[in-house]
């Protein structure tokens, strides 16, 4: 069977995948993707993506034990235990928490997907691994493919598209798939980029942001190619490392 990936290029698009019933992949690179990947990497136990900080204080003051994570204009929200830099989801930290998230666009890509029957969180640290899991679950039950970059405050994001054309690349060569024109020109555009993937991502206007505030470190870690093989999932309100092996 034949599976069309389709792409969406904004979190505000989601729901166009979700009506099409397909399985979608969220992918928002720099950072909240690469940090929820991080963090259940780490043995965080579950990460809950929430839209506005206050409904992240809420959650708290009903489970005291949630850490609270999470940015606005890249900053860690005042009273947060951590921002929303993935190389501060360490093992230390994060091992056996539950982590209540809140950021400007990734989080609200994954709520918008809410309904989907199956949603994925991708990055390009797990580009392999998300594009895996996302044609099982396709191929078992006979649905297409959504790459859903969030975009930063409803505008296009380089970094996000250049990742979906990553997927878009292991979609190809795993199995039996059909590429839309959006998922196509994505794919072409990470065929340019990917012999320098972090030179690329330091042009796009976030990154030269994050970079502003003293974030490059985080534009480089969030730029590497499969480092971890994991595929998380979002259920329910939750999102977890459901199977690692693929
Ligand atoms: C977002 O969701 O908009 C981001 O992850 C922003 C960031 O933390 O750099």
């Known amino acids: 069977m034949e599976i069309r990936v389709n792409l969406e290029l904004k979190a505000e698009t989601a729901p166009r995948a979700v009506r099409r019933g397909d399985v979608i992949v969220a992918i928002d690179v720099l950072r909240c993707s690469s940090t929820i990947i991080t963090a259940l990497t780490n043995g965080a136990k579950a990460v809950i993506p929430v839209e506005t900080v206050r409904e992240a204080e809420k959650m708290r003051e009903m489970n005291p034990e949630y850490l609270l994570a999470g940015e606005r204009r890249g900053l860690k929200p005042r009273g947060f235990d951590m921002g929303n830099s993935p190389l501060e989801f360490t093992r230390e930290k994060v091992e056996g928490r539950e982590i209540v998230l809140t950021t400007t666009s990734g989080t609200k890509a994954l709520?918008?997907?809410?309904?989907?029957?199956?949603?994925?969180?991708?990055?390009?640290?797990?580009?392999?691994?998300?594009?895996?899991?996302?044609?099982?679950?396709?191929?078992?039950?006979?649905?297409?493919?959504?790459?859903?970059?969030?975009?930063?405050?409803?505008?296009?994001?380089?970094?996000?598209?250049?990742?979906?054309?990553?997927?878009?690349?292991?979609?190809?060569?795993?199995?039996d798939t059909t590429l839309s024109d959006g998922a196509k020109a994505a794919n072409l555009a990470y065929q340019t980029a990917k012999e320098d993937l972090l030179g690329t991502l330091q042009r796009g206007e976030h990154a030269q942001y994050l970079v502003k505030i003293g974030l490059e470190e985080d534009v480089e870690f969030c730029s590497q190619l499969n480092r971890y093989e994991v595929a998380p999932i979002y259920r329910d309100g939750v999102v977890r490392l459901w199977n690692r092996q693929l």
């Open 111 to 175: 709520r918008r997907s809410e309904g989907a029957r199956w949603v994925l969180v991708g990055a390009f640290l797990n580009a392999r691994s998300a594009a895996r899991k996302a044609l099982q679950l396709a191929v078992k039950e006979g649905l297409d493919i959504t790459l859903l970059t969030a975009g930063k405050r409803g505008r296009f994001s380089l970094e996000d598209f250049i990742c979906a054309g990553a997927i878009a690349e292991e979609l190809k060569v795993a199995g």
